[in-house]
């Protein structure tokens, strides 16, 4: 799904092992190495949980993808770090499901898009 850049790496720290056991009240790292296809002045996250087809938006603390990490205006043909936090409220309920990680520029089009099975735990 990633139209406008592609992925070179994606890091979720600390997951040993998938699915990533995500416990309650702690903060998981996100670090995504990109390039991008196109020019843009800015970059917006949207994170999801899959659950049964149904994509259930996931609060992030900074969706603004110039706050984490990358430099803006993105360029064409360059490399970036995309860096952020995911945090795991202690109210979520313990449950599999699928974390759904677009990041979209201007023009609401993919710079990139991964999913990973989680495992929400005590």
Same mark, same amino acid.
């Given at each position: 799904?990633?139209?406008?850049?592609?992925?070179?790496?994606?890091?979720?720290?600390?997951?040993?092992?998938?699915?990533?056991?995500?416990? +309650? *009240?702690? #903060? /998981? %790292?996100?670090?995504?190495?990109?390039?991008? =296809?196109?020019?843009?002045?800015?970059? !917006?996250?949207? &994170?999801?949980?899959?659950?049964?087809?149904?994509?259930?938006?996931?609060?992030?603390?900074?969706?603004?993808?110039?706050?984490?990490?990358?430099?803006?205006?993105?360029? +064409? *043909?360059? #490399? /970036? %770090?995309?860096?952020?936090?995911?945090?795991? =409220?202690?109210?979520?309920?313990?449950? !599999?499901?699928? &974390?759904?990680?677009?990041?979209?520029?201007?023009?609401?089009?993919?710079?990139?898009?991964?999913?990973?099975?989680?495992?929400?735990?005590?």
């Amino acid at each position: 799904g990633s139209k406008d850049g592609s992925i070179q790496e994606v890091n979720v720290s600390p997951c040993p092992t998938q699915p990533c056991l995500l416990h +309650k *009240g702690i #903060s /998981y %790292s996100i670090n995504v190495t990109f390039a991008s =296809k196109i020019k843009s002045q800015g970059s !917006k996250a949207r &994170v999801y949980g899959e659950m049964l087809h149904v994509d259930i938006p996931f609060p992030i603390p900074e969706p603004d993808g110039c706050k984490s990490g990358i430099q803006c205006p993105i360029q +064409k *043909g360059h #490399s /970036y %770090s995309y860096l952020n936090k995911l945090p795991v =409220k202690s109210e979520y309920p313990s449950i !599999k499901l699928i &974390v759904k990680w677009e990041l979209v520029d201007d023009q609401d089009q993919m710079l990139f898009c991964w999913k990973i099975p989680v495992q929400i735990t005590s």
